[in-house]
């Protein structure tokens, strides 16, 4: 097969850090090639060598059998290499024809910016490539999923040849996912070539024409994506084998914990101007018992977020009545709830779970620094807060130099790890925990995993709440699936199937329970 | 080992696809932070502190580029307009006037016994102005309304000191009388945009400058009301026994050490241990650094932004109130003018730290007690010490300058937020 793209040997050190070892990889003319490796695995790297963000210290790049160097991005762009970023790099008040031309515009005068000829380029190629959209829409207007055909269309205003595509599916609707890989397929009838980065194995495996796994900055190997299993990529990544579907004995339930009746959340005030639709949650009722993981299943912004901020008193309750354990938790404070035995994964880690800035130690502590032993009256107790963070980073196997390194410095998983630590070394009686492995790799979701149902099996009563479809499915005992604010059905884990739930989560009912929808 | 050096590097290296637009060189010192770090595991939170004086780094060069830089605009000034008096020691080309002028700078802020006491002295009110700016900026709030709580704070002590009423008391009585009601006065000013701001939104920016105008409105009334009968615009005298003992004598008996800078120091001992060894501190920098992680740990964001805003106001009242008893004995109108501004590049300077905030006190104390002595040696405008300052100010704030200056790397530090948007 006549190669698009070769990399040879190629190898960077950061201090105290070798990112990649000596890397080979080949891209074939017309294929697609994922690149397949842990988060800190040297995929990033890589990809910002080829597209010359950061020379190699060894090795070269060698395109249709000629070696080049590239000192900036706009080298690698002459040379046909384009880059889709995992954040967009649009400017979202300009068209998608002013964004496609930033930086390489084509002109009508010497102070006149030629839109109408972009704009007849932009309409032929994407007629060519099948990325349909409208070159005279503002980008702030466009989904997702069709900014990032402006992105695609991007590269190929510039004559791309090679395309590489950082975690493209992330941000994406299972919809607009299956769309982007016909896109990709079409792409590669027509000779493109593509390097797809990702660590979603479903998607690799359906996909890619050749694999390519990354380990700690070195290749482990090649993978053939017609022969081999999900199973058999994990233990490529991590290194040991991994457990997908990790085992879990039926649930024993006990008294109801969590007890919602009839509970209504209204929407933030600037989400409701305009939609009209004021109510977030809309008057549900949910029982979860202790040693019981019940998983709110929903395609994202149909409430979950606000049933778990306000299930924890970061949100004000508009109606209905809530118990924990018997207690009504209407009205009260975040920490009337915390100290009453509820621990919470925050859906957004960075933003609520964490201070970024704060050591490990401060961190793991943030929710119990004024209770004894971690401080006596007003004044911290140093070797407390210490001691307690030594134990709780061996015990959850938190990867970091030190107890006082800043969270922000370790990786996703790692910080995710001490928010887990954190909440579950209290003494609980509920777990709240939204969207707990989002952006993880296989590794720390499989310990995640493992330690909710561990959290289960001790009696704790869960709420998990995920985007995941499968990791709702390897988890709960009992599924809710919430659509525009209400509770469409509750499944138990045995009669819930993929097809059931996806309908359930498409359009708030299935034929055959159609009758038990409460909703008209 | 290997591991941990692998999973330091993911953030980083995740991250460095989306900084292209802070340049390649951005992007690789961002790289290097993590594993710096990593490299030797630090084992205590002493030394991790004893770290944050790498921190001054940056603060202590922009000192010297705004001092070279200073030395430069002399000179010029010397050229374009030749100074009058010269010293016929040196020869007066505009070089050696250059020259003697920072002679005369240090000579004046070091040179003597009666020198350094000046600096003290004369340093004091900025610390306690850099130690209120910098606790509002632990806590994610911008202070800028120490002018009038400093203003409010030295009426209030003149008001108890004149106070015929209270003369007759024991200093043991008085001198603690008058700087409470000092603290008093600045912790209510300061308190006000702190409610503001928690139970309104409103920002602390704008109230606190509107504040400081009030501020000075309320010392015109009252200074016009109490006037002396001698035509001077100030309150009376304060009582022989509200005067803060003099600990160490000059020859002069000009800006003798007296208790203040004992109580200065003590102040930003204080802020340190309220700051990092106290649950207060700990709901303060929490609010101060990530709000919502705040309200999710269960800490009241309302209730922080109102004690530190009423405690950062409490030490731009005892700035006041130890300027009134140690130094002049009487407020006048206008007496602060300038202190609360400065005190915003104190605190800047020294990185929000207590400790740093004492040093960048010192510094800008040997600035402003020296500029006469300049001034004198080489016939340098007093002025030109503000220039300087500007200078500090422009270095620190915009510290990206002076590290691609000294190529220093960024090591991914603790930053101070400060200060957010409308309603944060």
């Not at chain 1, 963000?53 to 249709?64: I, T």
């Not at chain 1, 595509?165 to 590669?188: C, K, N, W």
């Not at chain 1, 949100?315 to 009260?332: E, Q």
């Not at chain 1, 140093?382 to 959850?396: G, H, M, P, S, W």
Request: proline residues 5%.
């Amino acid at each position: 097969m006549e190669l698009a793209l070769e990399l040879r040997g190629i190898t960077k050190r950061f201090p105290g850090v070798l990112a990649n070892d000596h890397i080979d990889f080949q891209v074939g003319k017309g294929e697609i090639h994922a690149l397949l490796g842990e988060n800190g695995a040297g995929k990033t790297t890589l990809m910002n060598i080829l597209y010359g963000l950061y020379p190699p210290d060894e090795g070269e790049v060698v395109l249709g059998g000629q070696p080049v160097k590239f000192n900036s991005p706009s080298d690698a762009i002459h040379a046909g290499i384009g880059m889709v970023h995992q954040h967009f790099k649009l400017v979202p008040p300009f068209t998608v024809t002013e964004n496609i031309m930033l930086g390489n515009e084509s002109m009508a005068g010497p102070f006149q910016l030629d839109r109408a000829a972009a704009a007849k380029r932009i309409t032929e190629l994407s007629n060519q490539y099948g990325l349909f959209v409208n070159p005279k829409s503002k980008v702030s207007e466009l989904s997702v999923g069709v900014q990032q055909r402006v992105e695609i269309l991007k590269a190929f205003y510039r004559n791309a040849e090679v395309l590489i595509l950082d975690e493209p599916t992330a941000v994406l609707t299972p919809q607009e996912s299956d769309e982007l890989f016909s896109i990709m397929r079409g792409l590669t009838q027509q000779g493109k070539s593509i390097i797809f980065i990702s660590h979603k194995l479903k998607e690799v495996l359906a996909i890619s024409d050749a694999i390519t796994v990354l380990r700690r900055g070195k290749v482990v190997g090649d993978a053939d994506p017609h022969t081999a299993s999900e199973e058999d990529l994990a233990t490529m990544m991590v290194g040991r084998s991994v457990i997908l579907q990790v085992e879990k004995t039926a649930a024993k339930p006990g008294a109801a914990v969590l007890s919602v009746r009839g509970m209504t959340v209204r929407r933030d005030k600037t989400a409701s101007a305009g939609s009209g639709i004021l109510l977030a949650v809309n008057a549900i009722d949910l029982e979860v018992h202790a040693g019981e993981i019940v998983g709110v299943a929903g395609v994202e912004g149909n409430g979950q977020t606000e049933l778990a901020e306000a299930l924890t008193g970061l949100r004000p309750i508009d109606g209905g009545s809530v118990t924990i354990g018997g207690v009504s938790i209407v009205g009260k404070s975040p920490r009337f709830i915390t100290v009453h035995g509820v621990a919470h994964v925050p859906e957004d880690r960075q933003k609520y779970g964490l201070v970024l800035g704060y050591p490990i130690a401060d961190n793991l502590v943030l929710a119990t620094y004024f209770e004894p032993p971690f401080a006596r009256g007003i004044v911290i107790n140093e070797a407390a807060i210490r001691d307690n963070a030594t134990r709780l980073v061996k015990e959850f196997d938190i990867r970091t130099p030190s107890v006082y390194t800043p969270a922000r410095n370790l990786s996703g998983g790692n910080q995710q790890k001490v928010v887990v630590a954190r909440e579950l070394s209290r003494d609980n009686r509920l777990l709240i925990a939204a969207q707990p492995t989002r952006g993880l790799d296989v590794g720390s979701i499989e310990f995640i995993h493992r330690t909710i149902i561990a959290a289960r099996d001790s009696g704790v009563a869960v709420l998990l709440i995920s985007a995941e479809l499968d990791e709702i499915l390897s988890l709960a005992d009992r599924i809710a699936v919430m659509y525009k604010g209400k509770i469409a059905a509750i499944v138990p884990r045995a009669e819930a199937t993929r097809e059931k739930l996806g309908l359930l989560m498409a359009s708030g009912q299935v034929q055959a329970i159609a009758a038990t929808v409460a909703e008209g | 080992m290997e591991d941990q050096s692998i999973s330091q590097s993911a953030p980083a290296a995740e991250e460095a696809d989306t900084s292209q637009s802070r340049g390649l060189s951005a992007g690789v010192d961002d790289q290097l932070a993590p594993s710096t770090g990593g490299g030797k595991p630090r084992p205590s939170r002493s030394q991790a502190i004893f770290s944050a004086l790498h921190s001054l780094l940056v603060p202590f060069l922009a000192v010297v580029t705004a001092l070279l830089i200073g030395g430069v605009v002399i000179f010029i000034s010397n050229v374009i307009s030749p100074p009058v008096s010269t010293s016929p020691l040196y020869g007066n080309s505009p070089f050696n006037l250059t020259l003697r002028a920072y002679q005369g700078l240090w000579v004046g802020a070091f040179g003597s016994f009666d020198n350094i006491s000046a600096t003290i002295v004369t340093a004091t009110p900025y610390i306690f102005g850099g130690l209120a700016v910098a606790l509002g900026f632990r806590a994610g709030l911008f202070n800028i309304g120490v002018e009038g709580q400093i203003a409010l704070g030295s009426l209030a002590a003149a008001a108890v000191g004149f106070n015929p009423a209270f003369a007759g008391l024991s200093p043991w009585l008085l001198v603690p009388m008058c700087l409470l009601a000092g603290c008093l006065a600045g912790a209510i000013w300061g308190g006000i945009p702190g409610l503001l701001k928690a139970q309104t939104g409103a920002h602390e920016v704008i109230t606190t400058i509107m504040l400081n105008y009030i501020a000075i409105q309320i010392v015109s009334v009252v200074v016009n009301a109490v006037k002396p009968g001698n035509g001077q615009v100030r309150t009376p005298d304060i009582s022989l026994n509200a005067h803060l003992p003099v600990l160490i004598a000059t020859s002069t008996g000009l800006k003798q050490i007296h208790l203040g800078p004992i109580i200065a120091i003590l102040a930003a001992i204080a802020v340190y241990w309220l700051l990092w060894r106290t649950t207060s501190g700990f709901e303060l920098r929490t609010v101060g650094t990530n709000p919502s992680a705040a309200r999710y740990a269960g800490i009241s964001v309302k209730r922080n932004i109102m004690l530190a805003m009423a405690l950062s106001g409490l030490l731009g009242g005892l700035a006041g109130a130890v300027e009134v008893t140690g130094v002049n004995f009487y407020h006048s109108q206008g007496f602060s003018a300038g202190y609360g501004f400065d005190s915003i590049t104190v605190a800047l300077l020294g990185k929000s730290n207590p400790f740093g905030v004492v040093i960048a006190a010192l510094l800008f104390g040997a600035l402003k007690s020296s500029a006469p002595s300049m001034q004198f040696y080489a016939g340098t405008p007093q002025d030109v010490v503000s220039i300087i300052q500007a200078l500090i100010l422009l270095f620190v704030a915009a510290d990206e300058i002076v590290r691609y200056i000294y190529r220093v790397k960024s090591r991914g530090e603790e930053k101070v937020v400060l200060t957010r948007g409308w309603g944060g």
